[in-house]
Every structure is written in C-alpha cells, then in structure tokens.
DNA sequence: GTAACTTCTCAGCAAACTCACAGGATTCCG
DNA sequence: CGGAATCCTGTGAGTTTGCTGAGAAGTTAC
C-alpha cells in the first residue's frame, strides 16, 4: 500500500472519522488500513458494548458494524444509538448465508450493508456513498473522470466520450479503482486486494485477463488510457507525450 | 443508491415537522428513518398520552397514529384532539383484520388511513398526498415523467404516449419508485425495502417477475425504459446511444 | 359462493460472467 | 542476438444471474 499524500478523488472532507467494528481482528486490521490510507481517521472496537461507548467518545461520521458480535448483536447496537438520539449512520457486515432477513429494511433509512466477503474497493464505494448522502462527503459530483474517460456512480454507467461502454462488475471495480488512483502506479497485489474479494484465493493471473478485457473495451478508443508498468503493475493515465 | 441532499422529488418544503405515534418501537423506528431520509422532522411518541402531549408541544404538520395503543385509543386521541381544537391531519395505522368498519369514513376528513404490514413507498404516498391536501407539501405537479412515460399520482393514471397503461397496485409502485429515481440504479434490496411490505420475507425473485410484468406493459412501446444493470439491480432511463 | 384478479413461488432455460490455462508476443539483459 | 522473464489474449468449463411461464394461494367484487 503506498502512500502519498494527495489523492485527488474522494477525499473525505478532512479526515471524517470512521468507527470499525468487528470481532475478528484481521477485519479491524485490513479495514484500518484501508480507511486510514483513503485518509479517514479510524477507530475499532471489538465488542458492541465496547462500540456504544466508542459511538459516545469517538463521535464518528460512520460506523461499520458487523452484525455478529460476542456481546450486543449489531441489530441491538443500531437500536440503542437510534434510542439514544444518536443519528450516525451505519453500514452492516453480514455473512453471506443467513440474515438475509435480519438486515431487511436497512437501506430505507440510507443505511446500507455489505455481506463478507466482500472486496474493499466495494465497501469503499458504499462508504462514500453513504457519507455523500449524509452531507459529510463534501460536494463531489459522484463521477471520476480521466482525459475523456467519465465513470457515474449513480448510473454505472462508463463513457469514452461519446461512446458507452458496458461493463461486467468485475470490470467496473477495476476500472474504477485504477480511476480512483489514476497517475499512480499500483501493483498486481494491490490491485488483487482492492478489486478482488479479501480471500480470494486463485491465480493471480485473472488480472491480466480483466486488464485485457478492459482494454478491449475501454482503450479501443484513441489515446490508450490503461498501461503496463513492467515488473511492476498498472496506471491508468493520459499518454505522455 | 442515492445520492445528495437534494433528491428530484416529494421534497418536503423545509423539513415539515411529523409525528409518530406506536407502542412497537420497531414501527416507529423503520418509519422514522424513512421519514427523516426524505427530509422531514420527526418526534415519536409510544403511548396515546404522549401523543396528546407531543401534538401541543411539537405542533406537527402530520400525525401517523397507530389505532392500538396501551393506554389511549387512537379514535380517541382523535377526538380529544378535534375538542381541543386542533385540526393536525392524521394517517392511522391499522391491523389488517379488524376495524375495517372504525375507520371507514375516516378519509372525509382529510385524515387516511393505512393497513399494516404497508410499504414505505405506499406510506410515504399517502404523506405526500396529505401534506400536499393541506398546503403543506409545496407546489408539486404530482405528475412524474420520462421520455414519453408519464404517471400521473393524483389521477392514477400511467400513460406511454397515447396509450394508457393499467397496472395493479403493485406494479404501480413499483413503476413509480423506479420513475422517482430514474437515471439511478437501485439494488434489488433498495427496490424491495420500499416498494414491499415492511415484514415481507418472501422470495426475492418477486421483483423479477413483477419486473417482468412492467416491462410487457410499460415496454411493449418504442425505446424499453427498463434496464436491468446485472449484478446490482435496475433503473428507469432512455437508452443509450 | 363464484369468477376475476392479484400476488407470490418455483423451476427451467438462456445468457452472461468469472476464472484457469496455455501458447504466442513482447521486453529485458547480458 | 539469444534466452529468460514478463505480459497478452483466445478458448472453454463451470458457475451465477436474470427472464419467463405455469400455477397455487389469497383477495375482491358482485
């Protein structure tokens, strides 16, 4: 994971401060870093108990909860912060099988959630949208651009100028990702973690066959946007002359 | 998912004030992030006498009163309320069984009512319609379009050109949360959460198949609106070039 | 009480997508 | 220039996802 101070996209305001909560400390871990780096400032705890208390102290802009904790079950959580006043809004980890139904009803109040294993790139994207709609996120527009390259979130929709392009959900994390960090050279691991879901376990070749399949797609067009950096990874930027 | 403050429709003029009255804090709680999502000024009271007194204090727009309560009837909060010379409308909420009889005759006054398990969506119609009654609800035309597609809220009426369209209740409300945020893609969680009843536990192809009906209907004519965005649900557009 | 209508479930089909693999192309370096 | 490392892309198997028809269950109107 690199690190350089300017990003240029999706720049929380300064620094919101984003409370993570999970029992499981390689969750904590992983989604720390990933939150510190876009430059939020992070708090964890391990326990519902533990995050009420953090909720008070911390005062964050967001919470990220998931729904199985040792104590206070992450339903419970939301309850009590609702029944306290407290209006901060929440995104849910929950896994993949069961509590489909536990989470229902969720998203009515701009809350949202995010079942495990999910891919960073993917909670990210909720996260913002999220604080967007919260007014926390600052006045950005919602569309990453690069030369003549346009990606809507709202839409998901993607233009090469003119054009639209239709992508898979593969393709358009990547796309994304490599937007959200274009100018800056990221390597096959990086990419692999933010793109792919965190336990994603195959060959890592997959990559250059999404890169491919992008390029197909997006750089049919004029100035090739999406480049190799041998030995290295990926940049997405506008040729230098 | 939505985006920013400002959504295209059924924003209320300034945050009018709206209270909720409920003894099953699950109720009051759904329906206040609902509510204050879309702009609105929510209090909630669980009891009959707290409702009485929430109503001079807090001096609703609107009240949404559950006709079970422990301590006061809803009928007779209504009445006190109407002796004491308050002329707040009220939307009750009703078991679906019973009371069909109680209620009737209750929309003559302006007031309505609306049978639990409901839908946010058809919650929220009938709020929208309420306030709009009273002068509350700003200068809104009630009619909702895109392209040649037009709904039309007080009439009813869906029209594709020309050509009326006749939906069911559900493909109404269906059409009709599509239409409110079309050029957005919403998931198939976010469709569910506010066009279905609130306890809905069913199978979550409902919406492709009620998907499905629209689109005979609604799509039989010239461009299709109806896009399905694999991997994360569907949105109302004219098609792309 | 029956007929018409509406809502929802289910299952099969078709299409789209993800990923692995492997041979071919390109680049690097001595 | 030759060999090795690295990268690109076509092919295809296996899986996922979405669409639709058929019909059961529930509701409404007369």
């Given at each position: 994971m690199s690190t350089n101070g300017s990003r240029r996209q999706g720049r929380p305001a300064s620094g919101a401060r984003v409370l993570v909560v999970d029992d499981e400390p390689n969750i904590t871990e992983l989604l720390g870093m990933a939150l510190r780096y876009e430059g939020f400032t992070v708090q964890t705890a391990a326990t519902g108990r533990a995050a009420l208390a953090a909720v008070t102290q911390f005062s964050p802009a967001l919470v990220i909860l998931d729904v199985m904790l040792p104590d206070i079950d992450g339903m419970e959580v939301l309850k009590r912060l609702n029944?306290?006043?407290?209006?901060?809004?929440?995104?849910?980890?929950?896994?993949?099988?069961?509590?489909?139904?536990?989470?229902?009803?969720?998203?009515?109040?701009?809350?949202?959630?995010?079942?495990?294993?999910?891919?960073?790139?993917?909670?990210?994207?909720?996260?913002?949208?999220?604080?967007?709609?919260?007014?926390?996120?600052?006045?950005?527009?919602?569309?990453?651009?690069?030369?003549?390259?346009e990606l809507d979130d709202e839409a998901h929709e993607v233009r090469r100028g003119p054009h639209v392009i239709e992508l898979t959900t593969t393709e358009y994390r990547l796309l994304r990702y490599l937007l959200i960090n274009s100018g800056r050279v990221l390597t096959r691991t990086q990419i692999l973690d933010h793109v792919w879901h965190y336990d994603f376990g195959g060959?890592?070749?997959?990559?250059?066959?999404?890169?491919?399949?992008?390029?197909?797609?997006?750089?049919?067009?004029?100035?090739p946007l999406i480049q190799t950096v041998r030995g290295v990874g990926y940049v997405l930027r506008a040729p230098r002359s």
């Amino acid at each position: 994971m690199s690190t350089n101070g300017s990003r240029r996209q999706g720049r929380p305001a300064s620094g919101a401060r984003v409370l993570v909560v999970d029992d499981e400390p390689n969750i904590t871990e992983l989604l720390g870093m990933a939150l510190r780096y876009e430059g939020f400032t992070v708090q964890t705890a391990a326990t519902g108990r533990a995050a009420l208390a953090a909720v008070t102290q911390f005062s964050p802009a967001l919470v990220i909860l998931d729904v199985m904790l040792p104590d206070i079950d992450g339903m419970e959580v939301l309850k009590r912060l609702n029944a306290g006043g407290h209006k901060v809004p929440i995104i849910f980890l929950t896994a993949k099988d069961a509590t489909e139904d536990k989470v229902h009803g969720l998203t009515i109040g701009g809350d949202d959630y995010v079942t495990k294993p999910f891919s960073i790139e993917e909670l990210m994207a909720r996260v913002r949208v999220v604080l967007r709609r919260h007014g926390s996120g600052g006045p950005e527009s919602g569309k990453l651009t690069l030369a003549d390259l346009e990606l809507d979130d709202e839409a998901h929709e993607v233009r090469r100028g003119p054009h639209v392009i239709e992508l898979t959900t593969t393709e358009y994390r990547l796309l994304r990702y490599l937007l959200i960090n274009s100018g800056r050279v990221l390597t096959r691991t990086q990419i692999l973690d933010h793109v792919w879901h965190y336990d994603f376990g195959g060959d890592a070749s997959v990559l250059e066959t999404y890169i491919s399949y992008l390029r197909r797609k997006v750089d049919r067009f004029k100035p090739p946007l999406i480049q190799t950096v041998r030995g290295v990874g990926y940049v997405l930027r506008a040729p230098r002359s």
